[in-house]
């Protein structure tokens, strides 16, 4: 059933191959945060924004093939559904490395949003690794698992962050705001691949 | 899969001369299960004091636990793995001491914590990365 829908049209073949580019393309934003914060360069952040317009391409990409009729009707919502949720997740991205422009991490905080940031890196890998066993028909509970696994270290990761936030003094309401945003923003991007790899485990139930 | 990959880096630390109260009340609060304990006297040594400890060596045994200091249960030395070695390696740990969480060095340092219930999560992240 799988390699009827997902090896014999070339449209199927084609959205499958730009979905894994989309996914590649979040991975790259991550490693590109995790380098900023490392060493705290700027042009990583500029590197962001380019993937993330390159992601919108690719987006733009997928959902014109799946309107020319790739993959059957009752699969498209939650195919749909899927890119979607990587596509926020690279705004998110975008947003974050913007916000970083003008807030600086305070040096306390700095060592646990690195473990965050890395977390996420390995979770979106590990989306990518649910992904390949999807597109080859494999069961992938374990993987979709291992997803949700990351996601709760990095909400137990944030809960301690979170009561250490409060404390820390701002120089203004904009600094405050900004910093607030950008560590939800930090934990949202963790909730957002959750979702990914449910939508995925509800592809694999639709075709099973 | 090194153990700093999946280590908790939060750790609860108490000092020896503190009440075993001091002790039930940090845990409650902080919901945990075992507590890093110091001793101002040697800074080289460090102990560990678990929930386990305080109910069967204080609670079960009638003492009073603001009356009983912490250094008079806790189990020294504190059982360390470095940093840089194989999450395998904790488990073999765990299983020859018969605890539940062991405590992760840099040097003299101690920087993290893993628990039985990270050796599950990174066994099945290994066996998911093949």
């Known amino acids: 059933m799988f390699k009827r829908f997902f090896y014999s049209e070339k449209n199927e073949q084609l959205v499958l191959k730009e979905m894994r580019t989309h996914l590649e393309l979040l991975e790259q934003a991550c490693r590109c945060f995790v380098d900023f914060l490392k060493g705290g360069d700027k042009r990583f952040l500029e ?24 993959f059957l009707p009752y699969l498209r919502p939650n195919i749909y559904r899927f890119v979607e949720i990587i596509d ?121 | 899969m090194k153990v700093w990959e999946f280590m908790t880096r939060k750790i609860e630390w108490i000092d020896a001369d503190s009440s075993v109260y001091e002790a039930i009340e940090r845990m409650v609060n902080k919901r945990i299960r075992s507590l890093a304990v110091c001793y101002s006297d040697s800074k080289k040594q460090k102990g560990v004091i678990t929930a386990r400890d305080v109910v069967f060596r204080v609670l079960g045994e009638g003492k009073d636990p603001m009356r009983t200091k912490i250094r008079e249960i806790a189990k020294v030395p504190m059982i360390c793995i470095p940093k840089d070695k194989d999450m395998k390696d904790v488990l073999d740990i765990m299983r020859e001491a018969n605890v539940a969480r062991v405590f992760v060095c840099d040097g003299d340092d101690i920087v993290g914590v893993v628990a039985l219930m990270d050796v599950m999560y990174a066994s099945l992240i290994e066996r998911v990365r093949g």
């Open chain 1, 47 to 70: 590197e962001i924004v380019e993937i993330e317009r390159e992601g919108d391409i690719v987006r733009r990409n997928i959902l014109s093939t799946l309107y020319k009729g790739a």
């Open chain 1, 88 to 208: 926020e997740t690279l705004d998110l991205l975008k947003d974050k490395a913007r916000l970083c422009e003008f807030i600086s991490i305070p040096p306390i905080l700095l060592d646990d949003t690195l473990q965050i940031a890395v977390l996420n890196t390995e979770m979106v890998r590990m989306l990518i690794i649910a992904f390949d066993t999807f597109v080859a028909g494999d069961d992938l509970r374990e993987r979709v698992l291992a997803v949700r696994i990351y996601e709760k270290r990095i909400d137990d990761l944030y809960h301690d962050l979170f009561l250490r936030i409060t404390k820390v003094s701002v120089e203004d309401f904009w600094q405050g705001r900004g910093l607030g945003d950008f560590f939800s923003l930090l934990v949202k991007l963790s909730d957002l691949v959750e979702d990914a790899g449910d939508v995925l485990s509800l592809l694999h139930l639709s075709l099973s």
